[in-house]
């Protein structure tokens, strides 16, 4: 039966496009040409309904209801196929962008930190500065004695280390966005 052959030839069209998998202009294009080659399908199907049967008795089927169903049934496939590969391609890109995201954000958290780091050994060193010069100029007393603590703006994952004031964050744009 002609049919048969048709239908594994179908499958057989829908397996190589699992297998061969990324999108391309090329597999864009076909299938653009398949969308208006069913969209052209569908209009002459409505206008001479009659079609469907001779073309079922000329491929061995006996209505042209089951011709329909068989191709659908490929069509289908064909579109789970794609859905799948569309959304593989998805789950690529995020992976990608979350990890650069991660990347991008350990590294100003360690930048924000040596600030951090850098302005309390300063503001650290120079209370020291002042405690000496206040006890070679005054008498002893209980507060020139008692050494000062820097004040150190809240720092957290959040703000920024010299304000504190909130980090505004921005998402880098990818570096290519394959065509789906």
Do not use: C, N
């Not at 061969?20 to 080659?37: D, K, P």
């Not at 004040?151 to 065509?179: C, D, K």
């Amino acid at each position: 039966m002609l049919i048969k052959a048709l239908l594994m030839v179908g499958i057989g069209v829908v397996a190589l496009l699992f297998v061969r998998g990324h999108s391309t202009a090329r597999h864009q294009a076909i299938r653009r040409v398949g969308v208006l080659g069913f969209v052209a399908l569908a209009i002459a199907s409505l206008l001479f309904p009659q079609t469907w049967q001779s073309a079922a008795g000329v491929l061995g089927v006996g209505r042209g209801t089951d011709l329909l169903l068989y191709a659908t049934i490929v069509a289908f496939l064909g579109f789970m196929v794609s859905s799948y590969l569309r959304t593989r391609d998805l789950q690529r890109q995020v992976t990608v962008l979350s990890r650069r995201l991660a990347l991008d954000e350990a590294a100003a958290r360690a930048a924000a930190e040596a600030t951090l780091a850098a302005q309390l050994a300063e503001a650290q060193a120079a209370a020291a500065r002042a405690a000496l010069s206040s006890r070679s100029t005054t008498t002893t007393s209980a507060a020139a004695s008692a050494p000062l603590a820097p004040v150190v703006p809240p720092v957290g994952p959040m703000t920024q280390p010299a304000t504190g004031a909130p980090v505004r964050r921005t998402v880098p744009a990818p570096r290519s966005v394959p065509a789906s």
